[in-house]
C-alpha cells in the first residue's frame, strides 16, 4: 500500500498542479481581454470567475490530497502554504466579484440601452396621444391617404387616428414589457447562478485554505 501511495501522490500532486495553471493561464485571458480604460461598462468578471471557480478548487484539492499522501505526518509544508494562498486569493477574487454581479449595470450594456431607447419612445407616444393637435392631423393624413371614407366627419377622422394610436401604444407597451421580463430574468439569473455561486465559492476556497494548513 505504501509503494502505491509513493506512485500515486506524485501524480496527484502535479495532475492538480497542472489544473491550477490552466486556471491562471484562463484568469490571465480573460483580464487580458477586459477594456479596462472603458468606463461604461463594468467588466465581466462573476460570470469566468464562478465557471472557472470548480477547476481550481478542484485542482488545489487534488495537489492537496497528493501532499497529504505523500507527508501524512507532516502538517504543514511549502506546497500546503502555497495551496493555503492561492485558496484565499481565489475566495478574495470572488467575494470581490459579487459586487459587480449585483450592479444594475451588469447586464447585457446594449439592451439596457436599447430598454431605455424604447420606455422613451413609449413616453412620446403618449404625449402624441394626448395633444388633440396632432390627433387630428393623424386624422386628415388618413382621410388623405384613403384610408376613410371620403364623406368622413371630422369627428370619424378623430377616432381612427385615436384607434390607430392607441394600437400603436398598446404594441410599443406590450413589447417593452417582454424586454423588462426578459431583463428581469437575467437579473435573477446572474442572482443565483453568478452571485450565489461565487458566494458558495468563496466559503469553499476558505475551507480549503484552512484545510492545507491544520
Not at 509503494?3 to 493561464?25: C, E, Q
Request: aromatic share 4%; hydrophobic share 50%; net charge neutral.
Amino acid at each position: 500500500m505504501g509503494a502505491v501511495n509513493s506512485r500515486l501522490a506524485p501524480l496527484l500532486r502535479w495532475l492538480g498542479l497542472t489544473m491550477v495553471v490552466i486556471l491562471l493561464l484562463q484568469l490571465a485571458a480573460v483580464l487580458v481581454g477586459i477594456d479596462w480604460s472603458d468606463d461604461t461598462t463594468l467588466p465581466l468578471l462573476t460570470g469566468p470567475l464562478v465557471a472557472l471557480g470548480p477547476l481550481g478548487f478542484l485542482g488545489l484539492l487534488v495537489a492537496l490530497m497528493g501532499s497529504r499522501l505523500e507527508t501524512p505526518h507532516r502538517r504543514q509544508t511549502p506546497l500546503r502554504w502555497v495551496i493555503c494562498c492561492l485558496s484565499t486569493l481565489l475566495a478574495l477574487g470572488m467575494l470581490v466579484a459579487i459586487p459587480f454581479s449585483l450592479d444594475r449595470g451588469a447586464g447585457d450594456p446594449l439592451q439596457v440601452e436599447n430598454l431605455e431607447l424604447g420606455r422613451q419612445a413609449l413616453k412620446e407616444a403618449r404625449q402624441f396621444r394626448d395633444d388633440a393637435q396632432q390627433v387630428k392631423a393623424v386624422g386628415e393624413q388618413l382621410a388623405q391617404a384613403g384610408q376613410l371614407a371620403a364623406d368622413a366627419s371630422d369627428d370619424d377622422k378623430i377616432k381612427a387616428a385615436e384607434t390607430m394610436i392607441d394600437e400603436q401604444i398598446a404594441q410599443m407597451d406590450q413589447q417593452l414589457k417582454r424586454v423588462e421580463g426578459q431583463q428581469k430574468r437575467q437579473s435573477q439569473q446572474r442572482l443565483i447562478g453568478g452571485t450565489g455561486s461565487a458566494a458558495v465559492m468563496a466559503v469553499a476556497f476558505v475551507l480549503l485554505a484552512l484545510t492545507a494548513v491544520l
